[in-house]
């Protein structure tokens, strides 16, 4: 069973760091680009971030940019988001989601249950 | 900046139909959007019903289907159940790997 599960989300302070993680499971994780969606409470989806299949190519949503790093380690099967420099509108819960193969972007077939972030003082 | 527009708000009776559309403020929606739709109750994660305008996902039933309706993409449920009650979200491709959500449709069965 293709399966996503993310951690690392907790309560953190305006300006500080986290890392999430979402480890895969179910399918060869080395072959797939995969994404970051947040959503802030009571509010819509948000992409935040995408990668390659290999982790060489790499891309921001604008509100996260200079901010937030996406990266994956293929031999762990895990993609990771570092966010550093936090905001209070980077409350959200974060979702890792597959997208349909190597080289496709375009729509995500499988999504994690989500971590919760809350950036709070 | 693209923004993506959807109905905020949509009801529909047991068994009946109902469209939501996804359009852009600037800009018809076309197939090269690849639009997609995305299923997602209160505090769950979302789930995948279309992509690529109107190709269902494993699994979804074939009373949702997708399409292009003149300037927009839409998400037709016909004979609509009350587990459909639901938050629906489009999202645009706009090319080298970013994708762009709507603010989502809360749709109500009753």
């Known amino acids: 069973e293709v399966q996503l599960l993310e951690s690392g989300g907790g309560l953190v302070q305006p300006g500080g760091s986290l890392r999430l993680s979402c480890a895969a499971s179910g399918f060869t994780f080395s072959s797939y680009a995969m994404s970051w969606v947040r959503q802030a409470p009571g509010k819509g989806l948000e992409w935040v971030s995408a990668?390659?299949?290999?982790?060489?190519?790499?891309y921001y949503a604008g509100s996260v940019k200079g901010r937030f790093t996406i990266s994956r380690d293929n031999s762990k099967n895990t993609l990771y988001l570092q966010m550093n420099s936090l905001r209070a509108e980077d409350t959200a819960v974060y979702y890792c989601a597959k997208h349909p193969d190597i080289g496709s972007y375009y729509y995500m077939d499988v999504w994690g249950k989500g971590t919760t972030v809350t950036v709070s003082s | 900046q693209t923004v993506v527009t959807q109905e905020p708000s949509f009801s529909v009776s047991p068994g009946g139909t109902v469209t939501l559309t996804c359009g852009l403020t600037s800009g018809s929606v076309s197939t090269s959007y690849y639009p997609s739709w995305y299923q997602q109750t209160p505090g769950q994660a979302p789930r995948t019903l279309i992509y690529?305008?109107?190709i269902r996902s494993s699994g979804v039933p074939d009373r949702f289907s997708g399409s292009i309706l003149g300037n927009k993409a839409a998400l037709t449920i016909t004979g609509a159940q009350a587990e459909d009650e639901s938050d629906y979200y489009c999202?645009?491709?706009?090319?080298?790997?970013?994708?762009?959500f709507g603010g989502g449709t809360k749709l109500t069965v009753l």
């Open positions: 690529s305008t109107k």
């Open positions: 999202v645009l491709y706009l090319g080298s790997a970013i994708s762009v």
């Open positions: 990668t390659s299949a290999s982790g060489a190519s790499t």
